[in-house]
Nanobody, 123 residues
Framework: VQLQAYGGGLAQAGGSLRLSCAAS????????MGWFRQTPGKEREFVAT????????YYADSVKGRFTISRDNAKNTVYLQMNSLKPEDTAVYYC?????????????????WGKGTLVTVSS
């Protein structure tokens, strides 16, 4: 599967952005999808993940209550709605896919990655 993330940009603290990730192929619903982020000099960290049906979601504590992950299997797209943004949310955001039903929060367990999209939050 090929993934393309977009929707990043500049936002003010307290503002919102929505990231989208479009996937190629006909088996999108067979993949657990996730969002991760990375800042220079740091490891890629888990942000959110969603089950194949969209019925289960998991979030990093740092974004819980502010970010919402969702998916539209008919459109082969996963979203990350980011509200109440903070400067510490500034990072390159990546979407990722894992074949099967097992939900993971570790970047090394994901199978496919899209190119990142930069989110910058100004104070």
């Amino acid at each position: 599967v090929q993934l393309q993330a977009y929707g990043g940009g500049l936002a003010q603290a307290g503002g919102s952005l929505r990231l989208s990730c479009a996937a190629s192929g006909r088996t999108f619903s067979s993949y657990v999808m996730g969002w991760f982020r990375q800042t220079p000099g740091k490891e890629r960290e888990f942000v959110a993940t969603i089950s194949r049906s969209g019925g289960s979601t998991y979030y990093a504590d740092s974004v819980k209550g502010r970010f919402t992950i969702s998916r539209d299997n008919a459109k082969n797209t996963v979203y990350l709605q980011m509200n109440s943004l903070k400067p510490e949310d500034t990072a390159v955001y990546y979407c990722a896919a894992r074949w099967g039903q097992i939900i993971v929060v570790v970047s090394t367990e994901m199978d496919y990655w899209g190119k990142g999209t930069l989110v910058t939050v100004s104070s």
